[in-house]
Structure formats: C-alpha cells, structure tokens
C-alpha cells in the first residue's frame, strides 16, 4: 500500500515570519493521520526541521545538485539538505525543467543523489497544455517516467508528483477521467517495471492548483495518493483542510 502523503512546495516563498504557519500547523496536527511534508526555500529548511523537533511533519528540499560537493556555486546537495534536516527532495519540477533546462536525465541523476543521500525522491512529471492538446500526455508521461526515475526506486525512496504544467498556479484542474487515465497509466508502468509490490508501494500525487474545494474529488481517484501543493500550502488554514480532506 502506498503511503498517503500531502506535501507542500512553498516554492520561492517565506521568510522567519511564514515560520508561524508551522507552528500552527504542529497545534493543529500533532498526530497526522497520513503523511504531510513541507518543502520550504533553502533558508529556511535548517529553520524550519529544527522548529518541527520531534513533531510528525516532515521538510525537504525543492532540489538538490547531483553530486555531493565540489565546485557549483549556488547548489545545494542531498547531504547538505539530510544535514539540514530534511528528509524529501523535489525533483525535475516543471518549473525547474523549463527555467534551468532540467533534462530526464539530470532529474534521474538528482534522484539518485537524493536516495544515495538516505532522502525520499518526489520526482516530478506532467505535460504542457500544447502537449495534451496534441495528445501527447501518456507519451510524454511514459518517457518522463521512464527517464526520470532511476533503478532501485522503491515506495520508501520514491513518490511520484503527476502535474500538468497548464494547471500549476492556473486555478485550473484536469477532469477527474483524465487524472484517473494518467495516475492509472503510471501506476500500471511502475508494476510493470519495478514488480507489483514495489510499483504498487511508490505514492503518486496529483499536483496541480490543487485547493481545500477540490482536494476531497481528487483524493476520491483510486490511484491518487496525496497531492503535491504549491500556493495553497502557504498558509496553515488551506493546507490543513487538505490535510483533512486526506487523512
Ligand atoms: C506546484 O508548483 O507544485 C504546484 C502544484 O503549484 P500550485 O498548487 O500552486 O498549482
């Protein structure tokens, strides 16, 4: 059974201040009913894990480099985000494919560093709207996939992040029938290529303008196991009611 997880990407957003979101939301949830990950800016990863203490959510990074250390001048690794006391990383969000030309390969790599590190890797996938609209997403979806994810995933070291690129901060969703045809497809292509207890283990979120009125449809989807969310995961309100519609 894969683990049901909302994860939160607060993106380039916060300061010491956005701290207090958190310890609303440690008041709020001191004993999850599912797994909730925060991913806030570098600065405030080290803050922010020391802040939560023993408490039961998790942090991460947006990113990490694919080496361990050496001359990338602006990088952080997956051992500086373990140190930092994150757990997660992001990796190959859509955002960093299109502003930094993040290929499958180098989101493979960064996956890799992540796992080495001992961090759990949310790979990220979803197809432009020129893409769906030339009926290309199962294609693109199945490459992404299969570029990105690298051997030796596992449902403790993997969560897969499906966010079609036209609905992240738009407002907009897909319909339920075409996040059902692609959370269904990648399910059906991680059993196929990791074995069905392993491809069955690896948590699949929907990401994507995902809010508190839409959050209970989605997590309806049989393969959807959490969301991956961006601006509703800023304040404490918004992402708690999405903790609630999951747990
Ligand atoms: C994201 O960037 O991962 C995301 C899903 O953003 P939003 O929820 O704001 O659409």
Not at 45 to 60: D, N
Not at 153 to 181: D, K
Request: some cysteine; proline content about 3%.
């Amino acid at each position: 059974m894969a683990q049901k997880l909302a994860a939160g990407n607060w993106k380039m957003n916060g300061t010491e201040a956005s701290l207090a979101e958190i310890d609303a939301m440690l008041a709020a949830y001191p004993d999850p009913g599912c797994g909730v990950l925060i991913c806030p800016p570098a600065t405030l990863l080290e803050r922010m894990s020391r802040r939560i203490g023993r408490g039961k959510i998790a942090t991460g990074a947006q990113d990490c480099h694919m080496n361990a250390n050496g001359a990338h001048t602006g990088d952080i690794s997956a051992e500086m985000i373990k140190d930092a006391g994150g757990a997660y990383a992001i990796v190959g969000h859509s955002e960093r494919r299109t502003d930094h030309g993040e290929t499958n390969e180098i989101v493979n790599a960064k996956a890799q560093a992540a796992i080495g590190a001992g961090l759990v890797a949310v790979v990220c996938l979803g197809e432009t709207l020129e893409q769906r609209d030339a009926g290309e997403t199962l294609d693109l979806v199945g490459s992404q996939l299969a570029g990105s994810i690298p051997d030796g995933a596992t449902g403790e070291n993997l969560v897969v992040a499906y966010e079609p690129v036209w609905a992240i901060g738009t407002g907009r969703i897909p319909t339920m029938e075409q996040i059902i045809e692609v959370h269904d497809f990648m399910r059906a292509r991680l059993v196929e290529r990791f074995g069905a207890e392993i491809g069955k283990s690896i948590s699949l979120l929907y990401g994507g303008s995902v809010k508190p009125s839409n959050a209970a449809e989605i997590f309806a989807v049989e393969n959807v196991d959490g969301a991956l969310v961006g601006g509703a995961s800023l304040k404490a309100a918004d992402f708690g009611a999405i903790i609630d519609a999951l747990q």
